[in-house]
């Protein structure tokens, strides 16, 4: 019987394809902007989460300015930072840029990273051909450096770098590996570069006359469940370095930031739906003319199928049926759209845009429910038509 | 003693048109024998359509006893009646009532649909029923494809297709020419010797004159036999 419906309605609504289309539009629009909405902002959000979590969770970036008298971070400020309970590293990070010669050819505005062991101990996927910077090269000021694979590409063409030499402000440094972009790190997620050149921190506070740390990553015990302790120590401590000073640091706890970026999702979701709740409600107006049109049109129809012996209720399940085809095919047809826009959207920007099966379903239920609210009272008209009227109106 | 189908006692129907409520039943007693060939003949206005709706449970008598097939209408609601209908009716209708979008086929099968037979089935005797009208290389046209006569024998294939007690036909010539419309007198006429109940309601009392017996009614009252004026 179900299966009747379904042919009947189907038949009806390819009958008046332009008029099933046009009808159908709001929909379309309605669910497309869900669809492509909620699937771009949580392919943004889900990217910079993934960003953030590669080397966030679980970790403090302190940026410490300090004081006219006390500036930045010293050694010894450094060591009580590491001693910390709960606190299992830290990575100090320093850069500066400088021009690059090589067998003729300068390389400018190259960035100079300076790290310790701990960062490449703790981003171990970070390198991609050789080794990362180990503790004796860190303590010993090793001459030793990790090149980008960019600047691999841009300075040695397809050569292996690994064990040749470049010069730095001056001094030669053999290359011991090269890591992968170097964009996973907070620091230059955070100052929007990337590295081109790790060398060990202390080297580079030697080359550039620094004395002090200002930036560091803080790296906090994966065991606790409530890190905020370990946050609040290290607060605590800076607190009483710089005397309570206003704005001398400041402290970012990933965690936070991950959990204001989940809020911010959920915030936009809910308002991009919302507002795409209008297109799905003004669609669903014109499905309900389109089926009292419909109605109307197939009086004797109706009548007919009555005086055959079709109960009421049968008429009301196909109209009913009908709205809720022609709503789902808008839904389809959405989702299909919607999904085409994100995809560009991720091209345009170069994100992977995860398929949202949540979305999805969102659109699809959606729609499913605009057909049977809008479509009920069509659908209960024709149901309540007379047939000795309708017959009659021949 | 042949054995009673239809009968109607002291039936009513009123409708209220505005303020006034107008009697278009006048208490009338009615009854049809199975394998009767009846012919119920008034003019436009006498209530004879009210009469079809009656007998066809498409509507209620305000008062009055009306038993169909050892079935009480008079109190049945809209469900109940749609299943007599199915059952018990199968209506020829003046103007053919093809569905226009379906084959001829897919027409038959209707009423077939609604009496939940199986889709093979349906489709066999719908087939069978269209074969025995003569339409049986026609079954996948559309009814515009097809002459007044023979859309008029689809919508008679549809009446008979569901064995109904009785054939209900309002005014079946009526958009017929008269050889087309006499070709379906004697369609008609066969379906009566195979035992076949009909009832068939016109204004044409050359056509009423194919029936075994006629009723006419004029003004709400029904009386037998006569056919001089209508």
Known sequence: MLRESIKMSWENIIQNKLRSFLTILGIIIGVTAIIALITVVQALITNINEQFDSVGANTLVINAQGTPLKQGLSDKDLMEINEIDGVTGIAPSINTTIDIYREGTVYEDIVVDGKNETFFNRNSDLILIGRGLNILDVNGKNRVCVISADFMNKVFMGENPVGQDISIMGSSYRIVGVADGGDDSVMTLMSGSTSDIYIPYKNLMSLTGQNRIYSLEVYMTDEAEDTTYISDAVEQYLDTLYNYKDNSYMLIIMDSLLDMMKDVQSMLTTALTAIASIALLVGGIGIMNMMLVSVTERTVEIGLRKALGAEPRLIQVQFLTEAIMLSVLGGILGIVVGLTISFICGAVMDIRVPISWGAIALGVGFSAAVGIIFGFAPAKKASELNPIDALRSV | ?230
């Open chain 2, 1 to 230: 003693m042949p054995e009673k189908l239809l009968e109607m006692t002291d039936i009513v129907k009123c409708y209220t048109i505005g303020e006034e409520e107008q009697m278009v039943l006048k208490h009338i007693d009615f009854s049809v024998n199975k394998g009767e060939f009846v012919s119920i003949l008034g003019p436009s206005g006498s209530g004879k359509s009210t009469m079809m709706n009656i007998i066809g449970c498409l509507d209620v008598p305000t008062s009055g006893r009306y038993i169909l097939n050892g079935k009480e209408i008079a109190d049945m609601d809209q469900v109940e009646l749609a299943h007599i209908r199915n059952k018990e009716i199968g209506f020829i209708f003046q103007s053919f009532q093809l569905l226009k979008r379906n084959t001829i086929l897919e027409n038959v099968e209707l009423p077939l649909i609604y009496a939940k037979v199986s889709r093979k089935e349906r489709r066999e005797r719908a087939a069978a029923m269209l074969e025995r009208m003569g339409l049986g290389n026609k079954l996948d046209f559309y009814p515009n494809q097809l002459s007044g006569g023979q859309q008029q024998r689809v919508a008679i294939s549809r009446a008979v297709v569901t064995q109904p007690s009785i054939l209900l036909a309002d005014e079946p010539t009526g958009a017929l020419d008269q050889k087309t419309g006499a070709q379906v007198m004697e369609l008609f006429h066969e379906l009566n010797d195979e035992g076949r109940t009909i009832i068939m309601i016109t204004h044409d009392k050359h056509i009423a004159e194919h029936a075994g017996r006629i009723v006419k009614i004029l003004d709400g009252v029904m009386s037998e036999g006569g056919t001089e004026d209508a």
